[in-house]
């Protein structure tokens, strides 16, 4: 039944703690001093932080909620939650139901299990959980549980950060305090606060979850290891934004619902360039706000999909050869009386605040490209950069031709005009002329200027965006504290910036490329403008440490070295461990299903060559078939020992920076050796025999 606007306007955040809810349900001195600890500027009473708990508690109960639970982000990259509820005991043996201002603002999980990177031992399991009261409380439904969600920050019992909110919240701090410092040198009197707005569009694949239980790579690993190429993929383009199925249009009409519910501005969907793959793009929010949104709508995605016999896979590679799943980090600044900062305007060489944003992200982008490469570094990422469909590991920096021109114009002195987009005419009398923007997009571009922000191309569809989120917020606060601190002593402003403008568009012109990111000529290219060119995950995620990095987040009070040195081991780790999950499967299907499926086939083509030769006629043909799939066999056996050996190696290594080169050097070119004949193979042996569902049958039967 198709609902009205009326009903979804009521739907869209009826399961959010939202304004309006608050100032509905708490006396107004509660709700301002709430309005207060929210904008950072004073620290929540604990009598308000009671009745704001008794009001939280009330109004979930009514909606069917017997539990609260601290929502928190661990250093996994996924969510983690623990219930408790609401129920307490009374002397009479009965119970009655209490949530109190300080099981509001603090819990306490075990924090020994979760990845530290050496900040917290096994057996120290004390770890804090922290209201966020930025982001809304929301009560979630699954199934028939239904709970009180508590957004929160993650830290350990000697206040380490234990989890990404943290840092992504402190970097808004500093963003915040360095784009002030720059407004204000800048003449700007009115905006009080800067704060970064982000729309993560979602990239996913949807395969029948009959096809998803029978393939035990997709469920351990989330990608296809194995799978011969389908004779249909995307060759076509027929896909990309085409015609929903049925199935799958009921599919986002419920996630839809289910979004909207808890608040989330899912706008856009579409299909996506590959069969089967699909986009899901919000509206824009405050970063902090934007990243909780993401993990919900990842959850959401792959909740609702089971309900309609489907599996959601968000792995950035799950199948060789086509199109794989990014998730496009649309970002901006804003100020709290609505000026967006990334808003050139009609004439953006005369936009002296938009000029010296620009700037500034430019420099930093350049002066931090190994780290922002870092911060979206992951096993599934890692097959994904460089195809032709995602931006490579080389960051460059897309502004268009209008904007090309402007900073151009910087480096020689100034900014003196702007080109103009003009106006489209179709040739059609009954189509209006279209206003034509100053300049095209490039989808290759791993960070690219649309036209009132940046969108960072890199980050893997799997990932939690707040990881480079944070990275951006601080780097770029980095370059405006620079900025700053010259306009500030500055006695003449205008000529001041005007000098720093243009030192930074003589020095930082090689990040700036707006060709095709794809070609082999780019990458010459780029490797004469000294723009590193880090491949592999390995390597990347080594950089994080570099004394420059540390000398960063240590400045802007974003990450203590310890707390930067634990989280480069913790994805060193799981890069290793991912791998050696991928492989120990790889070995498992190789050996369980695919080398006894082969020697079936090869048994009955032996057979049949016997009964061909038995009747007198000649089974050359036959004969040249078993050769070839006896000399495949033995391929993939020999390469199955050699993944062997490798894995064994692997595990006999402690070092967490040894164990990923070793992945990256000796089990992942096994793994691709061991795949090489089983595909090959794929495309030979009889598919009754075949024990593992194809390319063409996941990517096109629904």
Known sequence: MCQSFESIS??????????????????????????????????????????VANAMKDWAIEK??????????????????????????????????????????QGEPDASSFPSG??????????????????????KEDGKNITLYIPSAFCSYTGEALDKKTPLLRSVETLNTQAMRVLKALGNKTSKIVT?????????????????EARLDLVLTGRTLFGAPSPRGQEMDDHYFGTLHERVASFMNEVNIELWKLGVSAKTQHNEVSPAQYELAPVFATVNIGTDHNQLTMET??????????????????????????????????????????????????????????????????????????????????????????????????????LTDIFEQLATGGARSSKEGGELKLGVSTLPPLPKDSTDRNRTSPFAFTGNKFEFRMVGSTQSVASPNFVLNTIVADILSEVADELEKASDVNAATQKLLQKIATEHSRIIYNGDNYTDEWVAEAKKR?????????ESLQTITDPENVALFEKHKVLSKK????????????????????????????????????????????SDIQAVTAAGVNADTQVEMLKKVAALIKDFDSNIKTLENAVTKLSDIDDVVKQALECRDNVIPAMNAVREPADELEEIVDADVWPLPSYAEMLFLK
């Not at 996924?78 to 300080?102: C, L, N, R, W, Y």
């Not at 050496?118 to 009560?139: M, Q």
């Not at 694949?205 to 998803?212: N, P």
């Not at 082969?598 to 032996?606: C, D, E, P, V, W």
């Open 118 to 139: 050496g900040l917290r031992a096994t057996f120290e399991a004390r770890g804090y959980t922290a209201w966020d009261c930025t982001s809304p409380v929301f009560v």
């Open 196 to 212: 970064a707005t982000l729309g993560p569009e979602q990239e996913y694949f949807l395969i029948d979850r009959s096809f998803y």
């Open 563 to 606: 707390e930067l040195y634990a989280r480069k081991e913790v994805l060193l780790e799981a890069y290793s461990m991912q791998v050696n999950i991928e492989a120990k499967t790889m070995l498992n299907i190789a050996k369980r299903q695919i080398l006894p499926a082969a020697s079936t086939y090869s048994g009955r083509l032996g």
């Open 301 to 402: 995605l792959q909740k609702v999909a089971l309900r309609h016999d489907f599996v959601c896979l968000l792995h950035e590679k799950p199948f060789a050869g086509v199109n794989g799943s990014g998730k496009h980090n649309n970002w901006s600044m804003v100020t709290d009386d609505g000026i967006n900062l990334l808003n050139p305007g009609k004439t953006p060489h005369e936009n002296m605040v938009f000029l010296v944003m620009l700037c500034a992200i430019v420099r930093a982008v350049d002066k931090y490209a190994k780290l922002l490469r870092a911060s979206v570094a992951n096993t599934g990422n890692e097959h994904r950069l460089g195809a032709n469909e995602a931006p490579p590991a080389i960051v460059s920096i897309f502004l268009g031709d209008q």
């Open 10 to 51: 009521e739907l869209f955040g009826s399961n959010v703690f939202n304004d309006a809810v608050m100032r509905e349900r708490l006396p107004k001195d509660v709700y301002e001093s709430l309005k207060k600890a929210m904008d950072g500027s004073k620290s929540l009473d604990p009598a308000s932080a009671d009745l």
């Open 64 to 105: 069917g909620a017997t539990h609260y639970c601290h929502w928190f982000q661990p250093m996994t990259g996924s969510t983690a939650e623990k219930h408790d509820s609401f129920i307490s005991p009374t002397a009479d043996g009965q119970v009655i139901m209490e949530f109190s201002g300080k099981e509001l603002i």
């Open 530 to 538: 000294g723009l590193p060119n880090i491949i592999s995950t390995a």
